[in-house]
């Protein structure tokens, strides 16, 4: 059974830092484009960032651009996202996902205090 399993949320202060992690298990990844969403309260579901199969490419929003960086560890199956300077409208549930197969994690919640 596939799972993906996010972790690295909490509560942190603007201008913190967090790496959020995902987990994968069940089949590997390493062939296939792994990526990020967020989903703030109240809000559609947004894309974030997302990176190839070798790590060689990473896609993210322009307004996360230099804040936000996507990585992956294939010999793990875990992808990562290190988000830096963080601004209370970064709050959000942080989903990981394999879009080729349409997989996703339960998310988890990052709050950053206004």
């Known amino acids: 059974q596939v799972q993906l399993v996010e972790s690295g949320g909490g509560l942190v202060q603007a201008g913190g830092s967090l790496r959020l992690s995902c987990a994968a298990s069940?089949?590997?990844?390493?062939?296939?484009?792994m990526g990020w969403f967020r989903q703030a309260p109240g809000k559609e579901r947004e894309f974030v960032a997302a990176?190839?199969?070798?790590?060689?490419?990473?896609y993210s929003t322009d307004s996360l651009k230099g804040r936000f960086t996507v990585s992956r560890n294939n010999a793990k199956n875990t992808v990562y996202l290190q988000m830096n300077s963080l601004k209370a409208e970064d709050t959000a549930v942080y989903y990981c996902?394999?879009?080729?197969?349409?997989?996703w994690g339960l998310g988890t919640q990052v709050t950053v205090p206004s």
């Open positions: 069940g089949r590997t990844f390493s062939s296939y484009i």
């Open positions: 996902t394999v879009p080729r197969f349409d997989y």
């Open positions: 990176i190839s199969w070798g790590g060689g490419s990473t």
